[in-house]
T-cell receptor, first 116, second 111 residues
Framework: AQKVTQTQTSISVMEKTTVTMDCVYE???????LFWYKQTASGEIVFLIR??????ENATVGHYSLNFQKPKSSIGLIITATQIEDSAVYFC?????????????FGSGTRLLVSP | ETAVFQTPNYHVTQVGNEVSFNCKQT?????MYWYKQDSKKLLKIMFS???????VNETVPRRFSPQSSDKAHLNLRIKSVEPEDSAVYLC??????????FGPGTRLTVL
């Protein structure tokens, strides 16, 4: 069964610094897809960035990038030059590429607080 | 405006009542989902539909039933609500299994 684990419950950083959030996953599938989402204080959940398991290059979108370490089943989210508005809960998620439909499993989330 | 819409925003009811939540997406996606987010922010998938067909049905109590009239609409009915059903119910959509777009959620409080 697929599983996603985020061990960091909360992180506090100063504005304009770089932060890394950890995520490890378990899957039996050789093909899978990894996602990071952000939930703001208002409750809104937005998609940030994605990594497909067959791609070797780490994905990058704006000031978000991923550290994909396939042998360690790890997909870290890196936020560079953090801003106050990056304060939110960040969820890691995985979808297996097999015949299990489009079931996505989410981690428990990491709360990020960015201070001025 | 293209997005995922949910109604109502909030609902307060008593144990044993029936409630229904609506979800509509105007993104042209073919897959829709219902999630439950508890007070600890844990997100758990309940159901998923692809082109009106149920493709994911997690272990949820039988009092929960999804209803899809077309690929743009996915509703959730709860018969005889229980206190543990208090949560935020989030609807999402995607194209196949790609990244999901979430609605604002419906907060259910069961007294």
């Amino acid at each position: 069964a697929q599983k996603v684990t985020q061990t960091q419950t909360s992180i506090s950083v100063m504005e304009k610094t770089t932060v890394t959030m950890d995520c490890v996953y378990e899957t039996q599938d050789s093909s899978y897809f990894l996602f990071w989402y952000k939930q703001t204080a208002s409750g809104e959940i937005v998609f940030l960035i994605r990594q497909d398991s067959y791609k070797k290059e780490n994905a990058t979108v704006g000031h978000y990038s991923l550290n994909f370490q396939k042998p360690k089943s790890s997909i870290g989210l890196i936020i560079t030059a953090t801003q106050i508005e990056d304060s939110a809960v960040y969820f890691c998620a995985m979808r297996e590429g097999g015949t299990g439909g489009y079931k996505v499993v989410f981690g428990s989330g990491t709360r990020l607080l960015v201070s001025p | 405006e293209t997005a995922v819409f949910q109604t109502p925003n909030y609902h307060v009811t008593q144990v044993g009542n029936e409630v229904s939540f609506n979800c509509k997406q105007t993104l042209g996606h073919d897959t829709m989902y219902w999630y439950k987010q508890d007070s600890k922010k844990l997100l758990k998938i309940m159901f998923s539909y692809n082109n009106k067909q149920l493709i994911v049905n997690e272990t949820v109590p039988r009092r929960f039933s999804p209803q899809s009239s077309d690929k743009a609409h996915l509703n959730l009915r709860i018969k005889s609500v229980e206190p543990e059903d208090s949560a935020v119910y989030l609807c999402a959509s995607s194209y196949l299994g790609d990244e999901q777009y979430f609605g604002p959620g419906t907060r259910l409080t069961v007294l």
